[in-house]
Each structure stands twice: as C-alpha cells, then as structure tokens.
C-alpha cells in the first residue's frame, strides 16, 4: 500500500461528510501500533517531585488512570 499524496486544497475538500467518511476508513484501516508513555512523560518532568510532595495520592491514582487508559488504547 502506497502513501497517499494530497494538496492542500484536497484536504480542505475533505471536510465533507463523504471526505470525512473516506478519511476514517483510511485511518482506521491502517495497521498503526501506538506505544504511549505519557505517564513517563509527566514523571521527567522537572516540577514532579514537587507535584508528588505536596499530593502523593493525587499523583499516583493519575499516573494510574493513564496507564490504564492508555493500555486500552494500546490493545485496541
């Protein structure tokens, strides 16, 4: 499968329900394999050993909602 080359004005015209539609089943029906990391992310951070200090629980139950939420991502 090639890579498919567009103009700008042929992404403009995309903006119509069928445009729209035929952009959809492009990406959706591409093989992709998404690896986040975004907890990661947030972890390196210079101001995280603040943000852990002053609310420790705060920060784990949200770097854990979005290593679950991205782990759905992943497995979809």
């Given amino acids: ?3 498919v080359k567009m103009s700008k004005y042929q992404l403009l015209q995309l903006s119509t329900t069928s445009g ?3 952009l959809s089943v492009l990406l ?3 093989c992709v394999s998404v ?3 975004n907890a ?3 972890i390196a951070r210079p101001d995280f050993e603040q ?3 002053a609310a420790p629980e705060w920060c784990r139950d949200a770097l854990k909602t ?3 939420l991205e782990y759905e991502i992943e497995r979809q």
């Fill in 51 to 53: 943000a852990k200090a």
């Fill in 40 to 42: 990661q992310r947030l």
């Fill in 66 to 68: 979005i290593n679950n």
């Fill in 28 to 30: 959706l029906s591409s």
């Fill in 35 to 37: 690896k986040l990391d």
């Fill in 1 to 3: 499968m090639g890579i």
């Fill in 20 to 22: 729209i539609c035929a």
